[in-house]
T-cell receptor
């Protein structure tokens, strides 16, 4: 029944490591896929992806979408302790009136 | 500094009491969402509005929950009567366009029903 599935559910890495977070989805009328970072409070926006194969990049974070295989990845290079958070993937479905369907998130812990 | 403002930030109430949560969306944003977050279910959409009109509230238990936008600067989510299973963080988010897109989230209201 889950429309948006994220993996892994949790991850522990050392500072400096590179991590890849996965998000697969199944919606009837895809509009966009979004990544959010949630620390202790509200989710904060990272990326919005609408086209396949075009990488979005912001500092050490990057993300790409594959609309054929229905998934996206979020990469974080040279991780820092400040990257520790829950990373949420959400998909906009035109058939749901553009509301966001969220995955359960990946909890990332970066240790010193 | 534009932001979504939610009040109260924390609420503890007894079962059976009415709870009202408020949200001030970012000025100019025409789409407003209410989400509930729990450990078990993650973020669930409860309701959303576009141009103050309710578009979808299918995620909301209709018998006890109600959502309204009395004007463009205020959205409310009411629970009456509240139950312990309603304990969660309730987020309001607003967005500038037709879709959710880059929705901006408020800091949330942490509700505990005892």
């Amino acid at each position: 029944e889950d429309k948006v599935v994220q993996s892994p559910l949790s991850l522990v890495v050392h500072e400096g490591d590179t991590v890849t977070l996965n998000c697969s989805y199944e919606v009837t009328n895809f509009r966009s896929l979004l990544w959010y970072k949630q620390e202790k409070k509200a989710p904060t926006f990272l990326f919005m992806l609408t086209s396949s194969g075009i990488e979005k990049k912001s500092g050490r974070l990057s993300s790409i979408l594959d609309k054929k295989e229905l998934f996206s990845i979020l990469n974080i290079t040279a991780t820092q302790t400040g990257d520790s958070a829950v990373y949420l993937c959400a998909v906009e479905d035109r058939n749901s009136g553009y509301a966001l369907n969220f995955g359960k998130g990946t909890s990332l812990l970066v240790t010193p | 500094d534009a932001r979504v403002t939610q009040t109260p930030r924390h609420k503890v109430t007894e079962m059976g009491q009415e709870v009202t949560m408020r949200c001030q969306p970012i000025l100019g944003h025409n789409t407003v969402f209410w989400y509930r977050q729990t450990m078990m279910q993650g973020l669930e959409l409860l309701a959303y509005f576009r141009n103050r009109a309710p578009l979808d509230d299918s995620g909301m238990p209709k018998d006890r929950f109600s959502a309204e936008m009395p004007d463009a600067t205020l959205a409310t989510l009411k629970i009456q009567p509240s139950e312990p299973r309603d304990s969660a963080v309730y987020f309001c988010a607003s967005g500038p366009g037709q879709g959710a897109g880059e929705a901006f989230f408020g800091q949330g209201t942490r509700l505990t029903v005892v």
